[in-house]
């Protein structure tokens, strides 16, 4: 659907009356696209939190073994959720450009996607031990066991992110936060009763947890599944026939979204590393670390709910043809972004042990007392990259909704990697320890944040595009 002049004059007329709340893309219209998925990646960061909290209460070797498996995990799923979660670019520029039937074709093709990791997944769990090796012994058996358990519910993963971007990608995000929440609370109610071994269940452990977060994965992939049964959506987005293989919109999505998914891969790839080289310094810096990322969940996960609301609100300009409004959706989701995270980086600074307080009621007083210690001076860090960190998530969301992926890819790259190098010769050459480390991190963020505003500023993003011109 093309805008004729006379009305792109009169949407510009009208986009530019009303206030900063008012407006088109203004505070109120982003608010409501992003709150639902604020709420449900709020939700992600608080069932983390608790699960990190219950393996703390557990053991303390628990939750150390659980942040770099977790990572390794994230490592090996990151790459195919990136490309299935592109599609939410896409259904966004065919929404704008009003073409439903697409949008059905090309959900299929991420949900393809998904059904062909799923196999693949499990492959990785023999080589778990060759992927472990280093810490005290007990340490390294939970790692093992909590990578092999959560390879079972990788592709369930891919298939949500596929699925959900159906809902994002229109803007009907309360239906993704209904279904995140009952994941979520499924989740929490298993890591409960799994852990500990309540209700007759047994006490499992770091397993516990890791049963846990595939049974609540592949329950919300059957949630989706059933919700996008009905009949009206079928017919009107083409889902029945959208299930065919599409060669070529298939491979567009690996176009674009394979330089999405691959800074996710460089950067879990990295974090992964810095987190064994951390974990190797000790066990009280091991678990603080751990704890000190837990606690940054609170503030970071929820942004990353309005960096998808932004590529959506991206994606739907562009596809309309409306440049402007999607620069002003993104200068309004970073405001709103940066008044979020400052609240946090003062409580993080000025009242740390009100994020402790939970740890400490379940674990012992002497083990976690050096460890309150530690976290406390890390939670200053993360008060300063998390500001940091909010920024690069807004921008690199307006970025991916215009289809500026390559760039992505290589900035996440160069930057992610000579970090993790720069930490490592540091701590070879200069003996830098934990707090050596964390400069690097925050450094690493700031250097992102920046190169990501500088782009986003530059405008070459305005007149990308992910979706095919109209016969």
Same mark, same amino acid.
């Given at each position: 659907?093309?805008?004729?002049?006379?009305?792109?004059?009169?949407?510009?007329?009208? =986009? &530019?009356?009303?206030?900063?709340?008012?407006?088109?893309?203004?505070?109120?219209?982003?608010?409501?696209?992003?709150?639902?998925?604020?709420? =449900?990646?709020?939700?992600?960061?608080?069932?983390?939190?608790?699960?990190?909290?219950?393996?703390?209460?557990?053991?303390?070797?628990?939750?150390?073994?659980?942040?770099?498996?977790?990572?390794?995990?994230?490592?090996?799923?990151?790459?195919?959720?990136?490309?299935?979660?592109?599609?939410?670019?896409?259904?966004?520029?065919?929404?704008?450009?009003?073409?439903?039937?697409?949008?059905?074709?090309?959900?299929?093709?991420?949900?393809?996607?998904?059904?062909?990791?799923?196999?693949?997944?499990?492959?990785?769990?023999?080589?778990?031990?060759?992927?472990?090796?280093?810490?005290?012994?007990?340490?390294?058996?939970?790692?093992?066991?909590?990578?092999?358990?959560?390879?079972?519910?990788?592709?369930?993963?891919?298939?949500?992110?596929?699925?959900?971007?159906?809902?994002?990608?229109?803007?009907?995000?309360?239906?993704?936060?209904?279904?995140?929440?009952?994941?979520?609370?499924?989740?929490?109610?298993?890591?409960? +009763?799994?852990?500990?071994?309540?209700?007759?269940?047994?006490?499992?452990?770091?397993?516990?947890?890791?049963?846990?977060?595939?049974?609540?994965?592949?329950?919300?992939?059957?949630?989706?599944? +059933?919700?996008?049964?009905?009949?009206?959506?079928?017919?009107?987005?083409?889902?029945?026939?959208?299930?065919?293989?599409?060669?070529?919109?298939?491979?567009?999505?690996? &176009?674009?979204?394979?330089?999405?998914?691959?800074?996710?891969?460089?950067?879990?790839?990295?974090?992964?590393?810095?987190?064994?080289?951390?974990?190797?310094?000790?066990?009280?810096?091991?678990?603080?670390?751990?704890?000190?990322?837990?606690?940054?969940?609170?503030?970071? *996960?929820?942004?990353?709910? +309005?960096?998808?609301?932004?590529?959506?609100?991206?994606?739907?300009?562009?596809?309309?043809?409306?440049?402007?409004?999607?620069?002003?959706?993104?200068?309004?989701?970073?405001?709103?972004?940066?008044?979020?995270? +400052?609240?946090?980086?003062?409580?993080?600074?000025? *009242?740390?042990?009100?994020?402790?307080?939970?740890?400490?009621?379940?674990?012992?007083?002497?083990?976690?007392?050096?460890?309150?210690?530690?976290?406390?001076? %890390? %939670?200053?860090?993360?008060?300063?990259?998390?500001?940091?960190?909010?920024?690069?998530?807004?921008?690199?969301?307006?970025?991916?909704?215009?289809?500026?992926?390559?760039?992505?890819?290589?900035?996440?790259?160069?930057?992610?990697?000579?970090?993790?190098?720069?930490?490592?010769?540091?701590?070879?050459?200069?003996?830098?320890?934990?707090?050596?480390?964390?400069?690097?991190?925050?450094?690493?963020?700031?250097?992102?944040?920046?190169?990501?505003?500088?782009?986003?500023?530059?405008?070459?993003? &305005?007149?990308?595009?992910?979706?095919?011109?109209?016969?």
């Amino acid at each position: 659907m093309r805008v004729t002049d006379d009305e792109a004059q009169v949407a510009r007329a009208d =986009s &530019k009356s009303g206030n900063w709340w008012t407006r088109a893309c203004g505070g109120r219209e982003v608010l409501y696209l992003a709150l639902p998925l604020v709420i =449900s990646t709020a939700f992600w960061s608080v069932m983390w939190f608790i699960d990190r909290m219950f393996l703390f209460w557990y053991s303390s070797d628990s939750v150390a073994a659980a942040l770099p498996s977790g990572m390794a995990h994230w490592a090996l799923v990151c790459l195919p959720i990136g490309i299935a979660s592109y599609v939410n670019s896409f259904v966004a520029q065919y929404h704008g450009a009003g073409r439903p039937q697409q949008i059905g074709l090309i959900v299929a093709q991420g949900v393809r996607l998904g059904w062909i990791m799923t196999p693949l997944f499990l492959l990785a769990i023999p080589l778990a031990p060759y992927f472990f090796t280093e810490g005290t012994p007990s340490v390294v058996r939970q790692e093992i066991i909590f990578f092999q358990i959560l390879a079972l519910g990788g592709g369930a993963v891919v298939l949500n992110s596929a699925r959900s971007a159906f809902y994002t990608g229109r803007g009907l995000t309360w239906i993704v936060m209904l279904v995140d929440v009952a994941g979520t609370l499924v989740n929490t109610v298993l890591d409960y +009763l799994l852990i500990f071994g309540h209700f007759g269940c047994p006490r499992m452990g770091i397993a516990g947890a890791a049963t846990a977060t595939v049974c609540a994965s592949w329950f919300t992939a059957f949630i989706f599944w +059933l919700l996008m049964r009905r009949k009206a959506d079928r017919a009107e987005f083409g889902l029945d026939e959208g299930n065919r293989f599409d060669a070529a919109l298939f491979w567009r999505l690996l &176009k674009f979204g394979g330089p999405s998914g691959l800074p996710l891969l460089v950067e879990a790839v990295a974090f992964s590393l810095l987190t064994r080289y951390v974990a190797a310094l000790g066990e009280t810096e091991g678990t603080a670390t751990a704890l000190a990322f837990n606690v940054n969940a609170l503030a970071f *996960v929820p942004v990353i709910g +309005l960096g998808i609301a932004v590529s959506t609100l991206v994606g739907q300009k562009l596809g309309e043809g409306r440049p402007d409004l999607a620069v002003r959706a993104t200068w309004t989701a970073q405001q709103l972004a940066f008044i979020y995270t +400052l609240a946090f980086a003062a409580l993080y600074v000025f *009242v740390p042990d009100l994020f402790l307080l939970a740890h400490a009621a379940g674990a012992k007083a002497e083990e976690f007392r050096a460890v309150r210690e530690t976290t406390v001076i %890390l %939670l200053r860090f993360v008060a300063v990259y998390c500001l940091l960190d909010a920024l690069q998530v807004i921008f690199v969301g307006a970025l991916k909704g215009a289809g500026d992926t390559r760039f992505i890819f290589v900035t996440a790259s160069i930057i992610s990697l000579g970090s993790i190098v720069i930490g490592r010769w540091g701590q070879i050459q200069f003996g830098w320890g934990l707090y050596g480390w964390w400069w690097v991190i925050t450094a690493w963020i700031c250097a992102l944040a920046l190169t990501y505003l500088c782009r986003f500023l530059q405008g070459r993003w &305005k007149s990308m595009r992910v979706i095919e011109d109209p016969m």
